[in-house]
Structure formats: C-alpha cells, structure tokens
C-alpha cells in the first residue's frame, strides 16, 4: 500500500495542466451538472454555458485550479474524492449549494481564483489545507 502511495505521488509530479482548451457547451453543463454550475473542468477541458465567459479571467482561473487538482491526483481519483466530499456534507445536513461550497477542492479555488499568478506560486496538494471545513452550513 504504501510503495503504491509512493508510486501515485510520483507519477502525479510530472502531470501539469495542459494548454487550456474551452468549450462552450450549455447541453454539456445541463447533463452533467443539472444546470448547477456554469462552468465545469473535465480534464482536460473547461466547459462553459456561455461564449462570453471566456473573457471572464477569475472563472477561467478558477477552473484552471481544478484542472491543476485533478492532474496532482491523476485524474480520477479527483472526482471520487469529490463526490465522496460532498456526500459527507450533504449527509451531515448541508443543503447542496453549502456542500459544494465545503468541498476542499472548492474552497483552494474559490479562495484564489482572483489571484491570476496563483498557479504559478501554489504548492502541489494544496488543496488539502483546506480539508478542515469552517462552518458554511
């Protein structure tokens, strides 16, 4: 377990976000996020509903922290831990958009999307100094 553990790690290191490709895709966000969110990272793509949230630098950012998270945990272990966090929440009693909000992933980005050097100066794994949830409930 622990020469696996060893193995990810070091596989993740060599993984970086590849140049940015953005779809605009409105069906794509209805489908997979039931019109939740407005933008989504899928590695190793960013969807958009709307054209002109590519001039949106924060939201572009913003995904590009996820794309980055997902490429430290070699893709899709990111989703499982994502879904996993936000069941733990939605089972504790937070309403949806309070579990989303809670989800670590979530927090590193919404905290530094409107840094646009933030990628360039952010520690691997960041995100897990974020894991300790202040109450949002």
């Known amino acids: 377990?622990?020469?696996?553990?060893?193995?990810?790690?070091?596989?993740?290191?060599?993984?970086?976000?590849?140049?940015?490709?953005?779809?605009?895709?409105p069906f794509f966000l209805r489908i997979f996020t039931n019109n939740f969110a407005t933008a989504i990272s899928i590695w190793p793509f960013i969807f958009l509903k709307h054209?002109?949230?590519?001039?949106?630098a924060i939201l572009i950012n913003h995904e590009k922290i996820h794309l980055q998270q997902q490429a430290e945990l070699l893709i899709l272990p990111?989703?499982?831990w994502y879904l996993l966090e936000y069941?733990?929440?939605?089972?504790?009693?937070y309403k949806k958009h309070a579990a989303y909000h809670s989800i670590s992933f979530e927090r590193e980005a919404y905290e530094?999307?409107?840094?646009?050097?933030?990628?360039?100066?952010?520690?691997?794994?960041?995100?897990i100094g974020f894991l300790?949830?202040?109450n949002v409930n």
């Open 132 to 134: 300790v949830n202040r």
């Open 78 to 80: 990111f989703y499982i």
């Open 1 to 25: 377990m622990v020469g696996s553990l060893k193995i990810f790690l070091a596989l993740s290191v060599f993984i970086n976000v590849p140049k940015v490709m953005i779809w605009v895709c």
């Open 87 to 93: 069941l733990f929440y939605r089972l504790k009693g």
């Open 51 to 56: 054209k002109y949230q590519k001039n949106d």
């Open 112 to 127: 530094h999307d409107s840094d646009l050097s933030y990628l360039n100066s952010r520690k691997k794994y960041a995100f």
